[in-house]
């Protein structure tokens, strides 16, 4: 049975860009995932580093949203690799959230995002779930880390 998760009010919220589990990346310390993500849109632009500093995640998804600021190029090439290297280093960095995570067997992971259709699953359910995706393979390669150490 699939393992859902979205808002701080759901179980498992913890997988959510939203959970308060910060990352240090290029020697700079992000209060979430998705201050991050949002973040790297617009990596050496002054839009970066507010999107970093903002009070919360809903308010630095809304600054990545802005196309006010000429977004990367590359954006959609990239932007599961970026995912991919910040959740990796969420649950690397976050002992209680490896075992969290390490805790969920084989079950799917599926982001129960009712208007995200590319991260989620969406409303119909017919979405992409990269991030669920990305989630199981983070799964995967800690509990190999686990099992060599």
Sequence with gaps: MAIEFYSKTTAYNEFSNFSPHGIEMEAKWYPTIEHYFQAMKFPGDEQAEKIRLAKTPA??????????????????????????????????????????????????????????????????????NWLGKILMEVREELRTQVVSE
Excluded: C, N
């Excluded at 190029?73 to 280093?89: F, N, P, T, Y």
């Excluded at 649950?91 to 995002?113: C, I, S």
């Design 59 to 128: 308010i630095a998804k809304k600054l990545g949203r802005t196309r006010d600021v000429t977004l990367r190029s590359d954006w959609e090439e990239v932007k599961i690799d970026i995912m991919r290297q910040a959740v990796r280093k969420k649950f690397r960095t976050h002992r209680q959230l490896t075992e969290l995570l390490l805790e969920t067997g084989e079950e799917p992971l599926v982001e129960a995002a009712p208007m995200d259709y590319f991260w989620g699953r969406g409303r119909s359910g017919s979405g992409k």
